[in-house]
């Protein structure tokens, strides 16, 4: 779990656990080390719940439960299916053991599409996220 | 660098003793064992090399689908147990002498999932968008299809689509 | 160039449902019909096909290009693309307008 400020709105914090599952949760380190999340100062971490919970990667049947455990843990959390994987079992459709996609169990609050999607898009989803906190 | 390269088939039966005879060769270095599925039945092969991997040998041996019971030669090289229980369980193979314990796979899954009869039920109930052709249409109404040919997805055998 | 968009250019595209086929995500749907035209000087009317919608589902594609690859007439091609997010899944299939101004809107 992490604290990040997005480096182009400084004024929009957010709180980001991460379900990495496969490669995908790769971009989200990429959108750290390119400057786009700047983590936030060490300090009231471990307090704040999570805000937005990312599954990124390939969700398989034997894994669901643990990823559903997660999910159920932090139920204000907003979900965020990143990348083709997570979203529809991606290049794995058609493989028996792969879950085809997390939506059929929890809600999604922003889907991303990609394999992998940008760093780019993470954040944009981020503030896509924040945004639609803020309004609501 | 590779420089001579061999590739050998042998019966199931001597598979052993090559690879013996092939390690007593020099060929200590083992690179892979690996399977595939083919019509005639299951095809495993192991490559090996010098140490220097100046020379190198891939030996490869049929077992038909009804027996699918090799003798192990994880006793000979042991870095290929591993790769063997990994064809046992992809393949359905049985290397006799090996610890034949799953490795990665659900129990639940049934078949071995590499074996060219274990049907994609994915691709099987999904409908393929290029089984689409183009249609002839007047006044926005079809009225035909100029071709009668039946496409099927690529990599979805025939017998599949019958269930 | 970054490849994070499959762009179409629909008057290139003739409807050969080559990119459908090879599609190993199975993401690309396509449909037109046939029409007769006849040209000044022709013998006999010539038939072509009319793409009526074509729709690459986002949330299933694996930016793998074999698409791109395998258009005879070039009419997919790389874009650079802003980030495709979305509150429904449904949303990220793209039909033609989407695939075509988004790449406009890019340049």
């Known amino acids: ?136 | 660098m590779m420089n001579v390269s061999v590739t050998e088939t042998v019966s199931p039966e001597k598979w052993r003793e090559r690879v013996l005879q092939a390690h007593d060769h020099g060929f200590v270095f083992f690179d892979f064992l690996t399977a595939i599925d083919r019509d005639s039945g299951v095809e495993v092969v192991v490559r090996l090399a010098f140490n220097d991997l100046s020379e190198s040998i891939s030996l490869s041996t049929s077992i038909n689908h009804a027996s699918l019971r090799l003798d192990s030669i994880a006793d000979i090289f042991p870095g290929a147990g591993w790769h063997e229980r990994e064809v046992g369980e992809m393949f359905g193979m049985n290397f006799v002498g090996n610890d034949m314990q799953q490795l990665l796979r659900h129990e639940a899954l049934g078949l071995p999932p590499m074996r060219k009869n274990v049907v994609l039920s994915a691709r099987v109930v999904a409908e393929w968008p290029g089984a689409a052709e183009p249609e002839i249409k007047q006044d926005g109404r079809k009225v035909g299809n100029p071709s009668r040919r039946r496409q099927r997805p690529p990599g979805v055998p025939e017998n599949w689509l019958q269930s | 160039m970054i490849h994070s968009f499959i762009a179409l250019l629909p008057d290139k595209c003739t409807s050969c449902m080559l990119c459908v086929r090879e599609c190993p995500a199975w993401c690309i749907h396509l449909d037109s019909h046939t029409e007769e035209v006849t040209e000044p000087g022709a013998r006999r009317p010539k038939k072509i096909n009319v793409l009526d919608s074509f729709d690459i589902d986002y949330s299933l594609c694996m930016y793998c290009g074999i698409c791109v690859d395998v258009c005879p007439f070039d009419a997919l091609e790389w874009d650079q693309h802003r980030a495709l997010i979305s509150d429904s899944r449904v949303d990220l299939t793209l039909g033609i307008t989407q695939l075509t101004s988004e790449k406009d809107s890019a340049n």
């Not at chain 1, 959108?31 to 060490?42: H, N, R, S």
């Not at chain 1, 996609?101 to 929890?106: E, N």
């Open chain 1, 1 to 136: 779990m992490a604290r990040y400020q997005l480096a182009e709105h400084p004024h929009c914090e957010v709180e980001v656990l991460t379900a990495g599952l496969a490669c995908c949760t790769l971009e989200v380190e990429a959108a750290v080390t390119a400057g786009l999340l700047i983590p936030a100062q060490l300090g009231n971490q471990a307090s704040t719940p999570p805000s937005v919970l990312v599954i990124s990667g390939t969700v398989t049947d034997a894994l669901l439960p643990s990823v559903l455990d997660v999910i159920d843990r932090y139920p204000d959390a907003q979900l965020m299916s990143f990348g083709a994987c997570a979203t529809s079992g991606g290049p794995y459709w058609d493989s028996p053991p792969v879950t085809k996609g997390i939506d059929q169990f929890s809600d999604v609050a922003v889907y991303v599409a990609g394999c992998p999607p940008r760093p780019e898009a993470f954040v944009a989803a981020l503030l896509s996220l924040a945004q639609a906190g803020i309004s609501s």
